[in-house]
């Protein structure tokens, strides 16, 4: 496309991701693999309707600076120290150990140790976005897949910014590289202290003025300068606008600015993303693809073999169940997104020839291509191994060793499933427990953490972690087992908040009595609920209906625990008390 005009280059870019990147959604395969056959079409190497990737690639790296800013801005400091130790080790070692073999086997082969160490960090990387797409479908968020995925993904996030930093210090040749590390060290050192000093210093103050304004456009135009200026910090100090954005999102998350600021750039850095995914497909040589197909299947399976062999046995040395260790092992295995950033970079660094960086690149996109497949498989032999023992309780212990400040659900009938819904929204980690075998089985086959157990039975609460439980909620629906279980789970735990189903008012003070905080009566709660959509059908005011409601539930509350008396004269107010309190005893059925 010669003498192309910028506006013809963003239609067809725009045309070409709507159109194959929406039937790549249709097919339920990642849209980072439609940007990429997308840009692979239109680049050079397919149709040649873009023959010149030079204008697009500046646009296209602000794409991975705010994939790295959305990265800092999701590290928070409770969500770093909510990794427990073994899944921080699972992602240490699994980096280490498969970057590596692999520079090793690179080094071996005729590679330079730059370029060996580079393409061994970039292939020991996963591909954060296609992972968590395939968790949200399964929905396996809750499961201990899920958790472990997120937090070897996390970690792998982490381990970018040293790559990042890493790269062009290897490609300084006239010094020693200890020399080179050293000076690289010192600059990152002095930027990040200076980003971090002046960011805590004037960054809340400075949002706090411009939300006072109430315009939204200049508040997302604080963002994106925040975002571009301590990019420019770091790239002036020599290392990366991506290192300077990552820390942009780090100070950004601890401030109560961050959902804000979160909805403002993700859709710039969804575009941005996007069309680096496309000048990445641009670059790929189609010819050399097809002529070289064998040779990169074979070395895309190798490579997903090495990994998913490393995390799962890694993952059964810390102690995973074995069914995760096989899922994680598999569905982990590919290369990732950001391995596309630094083969580029190392390619634009001169210490890795383009032809190299071109073959890496399509073995990375053939394995994440082949990675639906692999977690398909995980889940098959994962089924199979649980189909052969009945999930108990009192085996989940390697299950849950990565879990804590979790909620306990006991009883996971149509109520504790609702629960369940609403915690998974929030990402609340949760272990439930259920009597009825075919309900846990269900739970089981779509990835819920849900076991058979007995809720009364110290063992199976300590097998479920209830001393690292943040609070427990009792749904059971018969009254007789709930008092048991929320007694069992006092004594197990005799701090843990304890949130518990009663059938009526009186069943209440059972539960409480106990040792619920909080019990919560299904009839009566139904009632006022019942009662509010009435009034609300005659006309009575929202605000009036919910004062009435709040003022009969503390009433009746307290009647049946025994804290409110009816004292004074037989007055209209007395009697509508008299009423209530034989409502709540029962004696107004009996009589």
Known sequence: MPETHPIQLVIVLLAAAIVIVALFRRLRVSPVLGYLVAGALIGPGGFGIVTDIGGTSAIAELGVVFLLFIIGLELSWERLTAIRKQAFALGFLQIAITSGVIASALYVSGFTIQAAIVVGGGLALSSTALVLQLIAEYNQKASQLGRLSLAVLLIQDLAV????????????KTRSLGMEFAEVGVKATLALLLIFFLGRAILRPLYRMVASLNNPEIFTALTLLVVLGTGWITYSAGLSLQLGAFMAGLLMAETEYRHQVEADVLPYKGLLLGLFFMVVGMSVDLHMALHNLPKIICLALLLMSIKAIFIMVLCRLLGFAQTTSIQSGLLLAQGGEFAFILFNLAADNNFLDQDTAQLLMIIVTVSMALTPFFAALGRKLSSRIENKRRRKAEDSASEIIDVRDHVLILGFGRVGQTIAKLLSAEDINYIALDMEISTVAKAKKIGLPVYYGDSSRREVLHAIGVERASSAIVTINDSIAAENAVRAIRAASPSIPIIARAFDLKSVLRLEEAGANVAVSEMFETSLQLGG??????????????????????????????TLEITGGHTAYNKMLAFQKAVVTGAVLND
Do not use: M
């Open 161 to 172: 910014v040293p790559l990042l930093v890493l790269v062009p210090a290897l490609a300084n």
């Open 533 to 562: 959509a009435l009034l609300k059908a005659i006309g009575i005011a929202d605000q009036e209906i919910q004062r009435i409601i709040e003022i009969f539930r503390d009433r009746d509350y307290s009647l049946a625990r025994g």
